[in-house]
């Protein structure tokens, strides 16, 4: 929001932008707070649910990232906060539906957690600053019930994998962030604290844009 890489604020007033992997809706809250008309879309009902309890006076949708239920060039932009793309098999299934739901020029703002940290462990004391796993295995990280089925799965994407995804999607990079920890923020959580912070990334955040007026890249 303060990086402004999806512009400025007050350029987003009457904007149509998808948010994919929503949650509880909290970047289409704040984009509507702007003025802008967003969309807030998460394949988890119960997520949706909570953004609903917590209000907001835009639409929420329920679908998978990787078959959006919008017709092309509906939207000016579109982003997503440690949402979706991490949780999907084919990255570039779910870029391309990105592609085809923008408009020509429209903007990609999406973040993930920094590619480098699958190589540490999630720990936010000094035994998370040694290397556990390499950052070469690309081997999902799976969570089961008892049963035995999966109830939580993420894929790892190096950062070289990311950019060739974008690319492959059609999409231009334009920019690839990776925010500095903030000196105000002394919270420790999860695998999250300034003593990582300070030495690792924590974040990667791309900057795409759709450009062309042709059909999506097979």
């Known amino acids: 929001m303060e990086a402004e890489l999806l512009g400025p604020p007050e ?3 009457g904007r149509e932008v998808l948010e994919i992997g929503a949650g509880a809706a909290q970047c289409s809250r704040w984009l509507a707070a702007q003025g802008a008309r967003p969309v807030a879309l ?3 009902h ?6 609903l309890r917590i209000g907001g006076a835009f639409p929420l949708v329920c679908a998978d990232a990787s078959a959006l239920p919008f017709a092309d060039a ?3 932009l579109a982003c997503s906060a440690y949402g979706a793309l991490p949780f999907v098999a084919e990255p570039v299934v779910a870029l391309r539906e990105l ?4 408009r020509p020029g429209g903007r990609l703002v999406f973040s993930v957690t920094h590619p480098l940290r699958w190589a540490f462990p999630d720990e936010p004391g000094p035994e998370g600053l040694t290397v ?3 950052y070469f295995d690309r081997v999902p990280y799976v969570e089961q019930d008892e049963e035995g089925r999966a109830v939580y799965v993420e894929h790892h994407r190096t950062l070289g994998d ?3 995804d974008v690319v492959a999607a059609g999409f231009r990079l334009v920019d690839l962030v990776e925010p500095e920890w903030p000196a105000w923020n002394t919270s420790e959580w999860g695998g999250w604290s300034p003593l990582r912070g300070n030495l690792i990334p924590g974040t990667a955040i791309f900057v795409c844009e759709r450009g062309g007026t042709g059909p999506d890249p097979a």
């Open 99 to 102: 592609r085809r739901v923008l």
């Open 162 to 164: 990311r950019v060739r």
């Open 132 to 134: 556990s796993a390499s």
């Open 11 to 13: 350029d987003l007033k």
């Open 46 to 51: 119960r997520q949706l649910q909570h953004a």
């Open 42 to 44: 998460d394949i988890s």
């Open 74 to 76: 509906s939207f000016d």
